[in-house]
């Protein structure tokens, strides 16, 4: 191990229940929304409309240049109607309530990220685009959500967004080293030494690899393309640019980019994850398939065939088992039988009983959030009923087929702390010890041994980027990403479930090297 002299743990006696574990590996989160959701209204966990708009009040109080400008965009992220009662979606003229918040454009996402919520004057803004959609026109895998009169109320639901996103001002490479720079600090503070960051697009990639040129990634970044919306086929664009990225085994490169991130369907906070069968709260829908369902085969086809790693999100049981049908019939296609594609699901959220063991049978790997299952699992039974909930979060069922789980937070829509997904993986309960079912946790047998849990977030996710072979374990000539802790994470007799929610971060290493040191160590 290279790097500055290290104090050897536990040698004094003072602190023998310290642990080192490899760096830990964050499977799926979103690096630069990281840091941007940092610098946001944090709307994550408001009780109610009143209490999201004073939160977004306090936001424009607190910050002269944006109190003095009415013409700034306001971005918040977190809000989440099954918080307040009754659970439905706010609109545009709440934000009108506000006095000083009134004339503002103001667009708040919603904690999943496959909602927006505007402000009347952010909406006639967005209104205004070219390409905002009549009262009559659908919207291909999204939806205006309309009043009676078919006017909007100001929320917009996945592909919809994207009439948002073209008003809203694109981010620069500056506001892009602010958010790394932050999102770094966070990660690192929590034992996080890669992550697979779920969807970059070509400018963002672009960035990070010049970042990464210049030595400033600290953490490892395993970028996924996500095409524009209107190319989803963008591959030779993506080539032009230099893209797939593999670190050669000589450089210290800290980017790799080898994987495709598609989006078969949209989440189930917002009724968009595509359900064979309605929603129990709202049995007019089936949820939104993002992509067709005759295409969803043949754009998996095109990118394997232009070599690259496919990683599709799929949280509805009908998203997953179509997914999960491409899959198959790629996977055993003459053209790529016996290859080694590693094709991922991104959430495998809620499944059929009987795909659960497709994914060990298939070799598909099941990239899951445990914290998702906890935050979630309040409202899933009324949305979905309790059969269907058998197969939601299903994690041992997946393991015990022989599929392999690499775990993640989804962060910024979690936060990325890593205890706190092995905590919800060991629990199924929420951080004060409850559950729907009790205290035995929600649906207790879907519930992770400890170790399997860490290894969710250390081999199964260096194996999930091609890399078990020199990351995700302690071990000689593998990177020396590190973390230590303040207590034996992995001792149950001494580190009670909450205790291990708790614990924290001492040291992290990446290439040997301390990147982080708590102050309090
Ligand atoms: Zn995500």
Not at 267 to 287: E, F, I, K, Q, V
Not at 497 to 514: F, I, M
Request: aromatic share 8%; charged share 20%.
């Amino acid at each position: 191990m290279a790097g500055q002299a290290w104090p050897v743990l536990g040698s004094s006696g003072s602190a023998p229940n310290q642990c080192m574990l490899p760096g830990l590996q964050d499977a799926h989160g979103h690096v630069l929304e990281l840091g941007w959701s940092i610098s946001s209204v944090n709307l994550v966990g408001a009780s109610s409309v009143q209490e999201i708009i004073e939160r977004v009040e306090n936001y424009v109080e607190a910050r002269p240049d944006v109190l003095a400008d009415e013409d700034l965009w306001i971005e918040g992220l977190g809000w989440d109607q099954t918080r307040w009662s009754p659970p439905i979606f706010p609109a545009a003229s709440d934000l009108a309530s506000s006095r000083l918040l009134a004339n503002r454009r103001i667009s708040l996402r919603r904690v999943d990220v496959h909602a927006l919520w505007l402000s009347p004057r952010a909406l006639a803004d967005v209104e205004r685009g070219a390409r905002f959609p009549r009262p009559d026109q659908d919207v291909p895998g999204g939806l205006v959500v309309r009043a009676p009169d078919g006017s909007p109320t100001g929320i917009l639901i996945d592909r919809a967004m994207e009439f948002a996103y073209a008003v809203i001002p694109s981010w620069t490479d500056e506001d892009r080293s602010r958010y790394l720079s932050a999102a770094q600090r966070s990660l690192l503070e929590v034992g996080i030494t890669s992550v697979g960051d779920a969807a970059a697009d070509l400018d963002t990639l672009d960035f990070l690899r010049k970042r990464d040129a210049q030595g400033s990634l600290a953490v490892r970044i395993y970028g996924m393309l996500a095409c524009p919306a209107n190319s989803a086929r963008c591959s030779d664009e993506a080539a032009r640019r230099g893209f797939p990225l593999l670190p050669s085994p000589s450089a210290s490169n800290r980017l790799t980019v080898r994987t495709v991130k598609l989006f078969a369907d949209g989440a189930l906070g917002s009724w968009g994850s595509a359900m064979w069968d309605p929603y129990a709260d709202r049995p007019a829908s089936n949820g939104l398939l993002l992509i067709p369902e005759a295409d969803v085969q043949p754009l998996i086809q095109h990118w394997v065939d232009a070599a690259w790693q496919v990683a599709t999100h799929a949280i509805g049981d009908r998203a997953n088992s179509i997914v999960l049908d491409a899959y198959e019939a790629v996977l055993t296609s003459s053209a790529h039988e016996g290859k080694d594609l590693r094709p991922r699901v991104e959430h495998a959220q809620l499944l059929r009983l009987n795909d659960t063991a497709r994914f060990g049978s298939l070799g598909v790997i099941a990239s899951m959030q445990p914290t998702h299952c906890t935050s979630d699992m309040g409202y899933v039974e009324h949305r979905i009923g309790l059969e269907r909930s058998r197969g939601a979060y299903a994690w041992q069922s997946v393991l015990s087929a022989g599929g392999l789980l690499a775990l993640g937070s989804d962060f910024p829509v979690e936060l990325p702390n890593p205890m706190h997904g092995l905590y919800s993986a060991i629990t199924r309960l929420d951080s004060q010890g409850h559950s729907p079912h009790g205290s035995k946790g929600w649906f207790p047998k879907e519930r992770l041994t400890r170790a399997q849990a860490l290894h969710g977030f250390t081999r199964a996710a260096a194996h999930a980027q091609f890399e078990e072979h020199i990351s995700g374990a302690i071990h000689p000539n593998f990177r020396a990403d590190l973390v230590v802790f303040d207590r034996d994470v992995m001792d149950e007799g001494r580190t009670s479930p909450s205790q291990l929610r708790a614990a924290q971060v001492l040291y992290t290493l990446v290439d040997g090297h301390v990147v982080y040191a708590s102050t309090q160590r």
